[in-house]
């Protein structure tokens, strides 16, 4: 493997092959490299990946944030502090997310792109939640994402069974090349980042809340259970769709 600096211009994947990282400033993977460069990810740290994305992709690429806490904004701006942060305002997120939001845009000078929409009506997320989120969660990131080449996401494997397989690197339904740096990092991971770096979290972690989505459809998680586990709890619902590669 030929990481020799902090820019990384090729690896050695396990076939041999060598694969060219930044011969084009916006190369073309093809699915077989995205998976070669996938199995190589898997040992490196998430800065070496974020570093990868940046160098191929920048300034093509954005970043999704939940702000319930801010370790891949922290890990993602000290690689490049202009990457492009994409909240998107549901209308129905908690006052302690949206106040999360402002700390960690004034703490970062982020560029923070902020996909608003009108608020859905109580009907549709009780009635039908994947149409809710498919309108407003997806609907607005398929146009925050429109002329990006690539996109980074804090998903990790540890935060439920769905998730347990989720590549670093691999290519979604849009065609676009999806990152996910920190998917191998445990929740005790995430937690000594936070105290190693004192990192801004969102205040419902502190209460029961590991994962925080929208606030009909988010309830705190009692001990022993995934950390998604209060997301669209009791309905048969597990993912916003953000995520489906
Ligand atoms: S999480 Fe709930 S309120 Fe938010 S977009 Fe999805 S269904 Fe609608």
């Known amino acids: 493997m030929a990481i020799t600096e902090s820019r990384i211009t090729s ?13 084009s400033p916006h190369p073309d993977f093809t699915d077989a490299e995205l998976a070669e460069l ?6 490196l740290p998430a800065s ?15 970043m999704t944030a939940s702000m319930t806490d801010a370790v891949l904004i922290d890990l993602a701006t000290k690689v490049y502090p202009a990457i492009e942060v994409v909240f998107i305002d549901t209308g129905y ?7 999360t939001v402002e700390e960690v845009r004034r703490h970062y000078g982020l560029n923070l792109r902020m996909m608003t929409v009108a608020r859905q009506s109580e009907e549709l997320w009780q009635a039908d939640p994947e149409n809710c989120c498919s309108a407003v969660k997806v609907g607005q990131l398929d146009r925050a994402l429109a002329g990006k080449e690539a996109w980074m996401s804090g998903l990790r494997r540890g935060e439920a069974d769905t998730r ?5 690197v691999s290519r979604d339904l849009r065609g676009l090349v999806k990152i996910n740096p920190i998917a191998t990092w445990s929740a005790a991971d995430v937690d000594a980042y936070i105290a190693d770096h004192d990192i801004i979290v969102n205040p419902l972690t502190l209460q029961g809340y590991p994962s925080i989505g929208c606030m009909p459809c988010t309830s705190p998680v009692a001990e022993g259970e995934d ?3 209060g997301r669209w709890r ?12």
Do not use: M, Y
């Open 234 to 245: 009791g309905k048969d619902k597990t993912e916003c769709g953000l995520h489906i590669a």
């Open 227 to 229: 950390a998604r586990a």
């Open 93 to 99: 997120h908690f006052p302690e997310t949206l106040a």
């Open 38 to 43: 996938n199995a190589e990810f898997e040992r």
């Open 11 to 23: 690896l050695t994947a396990a076939s041999g092959a060598r694969l060219s990282l930044a011969d």
């Open 48 to 62: 070496k990946v974020i570093q990868w994305a940046v160098d191929n992709f920048a300034p093509h690429l954005a």
């Open 164 to 168: 347990a397989a989720a590549p670093i």
